[in-house]
Structures are given as C-alpha cells and as structure tokens.
C-alpha cells in the first residue's frame, strides 16, 4: 500500500482515520504510563524465575473460589474486594518482589499501581494472568 493510497483513505472515510490516530495515540499513553509507572509486566517464565531465585511473593487476586479451582503454588489469595497494600499478608514484604496475578492480567493492573503509592518497591503484574500461565502449560494446585 502506498502513501497516495493511503491518504486517498484518509481523505474518503475522514472519521475512522481520526479513530485510528485516536487509538494508536491512546495506546502509546498507556504503554508509557505503564513504563513511567514502575510497574512491570512479566510472563509466566520470568514469575518462575523471580518465584525461584528471588523469593517473589505471588499475590492472587481472584476469588476464592476460583483460586481453589486452581492457583500458583505458594501464591497468597486476596480478593480484589479486601485488597489494601497495608494488610498484614503484604506489608512485610515492601521490599520483597510482589508479582500480582488476576485470571487475564488487566484486574491487577490497578492494584500494582496501588501497591506502588503504598511504598512497595518492586511490583509486577503477570502479563495474561492465570491465562497465560496456563498457556504455557505451568501447572496450577487446587485446593487452598
């Protein structure tokens, strides 16, 4: 497709180019945001690696009935509902790796951020969440 091509677009159907713009412009702010934010988004290879090497604590967000369905083993459960960054679970670890975990990844998201104003320093959010963790065929413990 060409330049000429494209502006000839452009100049036939003016309303979904600026939706384009709009969106591509939108998304850049978030990925910036989300790089600005100290908020990393790792996949299930690197939560096994920080699980492994650097004692990340895993803090599952989903409900309990899901997380019993089946978890990361050794994550903490913690309903989004009754999330603070100052409950005892977490504060302890401040300064530990705390890698958040939703059932796609967009949930914790928030609640990284949230974490992040609370002072804790090294948080990341698994990128796809128990999704992709399952994707990549890591196993999950049901059960509490």
């Not at 604590?57 to 369905?69: I, N, Q, Y």
């Not at 089946?70 to 999330?83: D, E, M, T």
């Not at 090294?122 to 969440?129: R, Y």
Request: net charge positive.
């Amino acid at each position: 497709m060409s330049y000429a091509e494209i502006a000839a677009f452009a100049g036939r159907h003016p309303q979904l180019s600026i939706a384009l713009i709009a969106i591509t412009l939108a998304l850049i702010g978030v990925e910036i945001a989300l790089r600005l934010g100290g908020i990393r988004r790792i996949g299930p290879a690197v939560l096994v690696a920080m699980m492994n090497r650097e004692n990340a604590l895993v803090v599952d967000l989903r409900s309990p009935g899901d997380f019993e369905k089946g978890h990361i083993a050794g994550a903490k459960n913690v309903q989004l509902s009754q999330f603070d960054p100052e409950n005892k679970q977490l504060a302890p670890a401040k300064a530990l790796p705390v890698v958040l975990v939703c059932q796609s990844g967009q949930t914790a998201q928030g609640a990284a951020s949230r974490m992040r104003k609370a002072g804790f320093t090294q948080v990341s959010v698994l990128d796809g969440g128990v999704q992709a963790w399952r994707g990549a065929d890591l196993p999950l413990v049901k059960g509490r």
